[in-house]
């Protein structure tokens, strides 16, 4: 998402129904989860009161997930969340998520910094720049544990063998990377 791009404004009307500003139609939790997957920032307000409901609604989400078996959150994460709601480690719990996803981001561009070393044109054994999209959302879903969109089967071709030793490669590189 670019820097200059604000959030989607979605308001939340009496009846509870989530209104999309900018296209003018109602949409769903579904939808309002796509959207972020795609990349967009979100912004949930009480069209009445005004008060932001952005994290409730991502929580929401979240938990719908999680019951739908999109198992993302191991359960010593979540009771380890939880515990942190009732001591001094609250404080220190949203700046140390905050700091792991960064760290997480910036592990996964540099990996790709690494391959571009590597493999000056990357994008060219996976068929130009949208074969690579697909690949790399692939890679997301698998180390996501398929959270969010789940591609359709589809036949195991030669293109697939090259995948599967890319993501071993991925996960050597990715635990030589835990263990420093």
């Known amino acids: 998402m670019s820097k200059e791009q604000k959030p989607l404004l979605i ?12 296209t003018s139609d109602y949409v769903t939790l579904d939808d309002i989860a796509r959207f972020i997957r795609e990349g967009r920032d979100v912004q949930i307000v009480d069209l009445k009161t005004g008060d932001d409901l952005t994290r ?18 191991p359960i010593n994460v979540l009771t380890d969340l939880v515990r942190s709601y009732t001591d001094t480690a609250q404080s220190l719990v949203p700046d140390f998520l905050a700091q792991s ?18 493999m000056p044109d990357p994008m060219a054994p996976f068929g130009g720049f949208e074969g690579w999209q697909k690949k790399q959302q692939e890679f997301m ?23 599967d030793a890319i993501k071993k490669q991925l996960a050597e590189l990715q635990a030589k990377l835990d263990k420093l």
């Open 11 to 22: 308001k939340r009307y009496a009846s509870r129904r989530l209104y999309n500003t900018e």
């Open 56 to 73: 409730q609604y991502l929580l929401q989400i979240i938990t719908e997930h999680e019951s739908r078996g999109d198992n993302v959150l």
């Open 101 to 118: 996803f960064d760290m997480l981001k910036k592990q996964q561009a540099e990996i790709m910094e690494g391959l571009q070393q590597v």
């Open 141 to 163: 879903s698998a180390m996501l544990g398929n959270w969010g969109a789940r591609p359709a089967e589809e036949e195991k071709g030669p293109e697939d063998s090259e995948l």
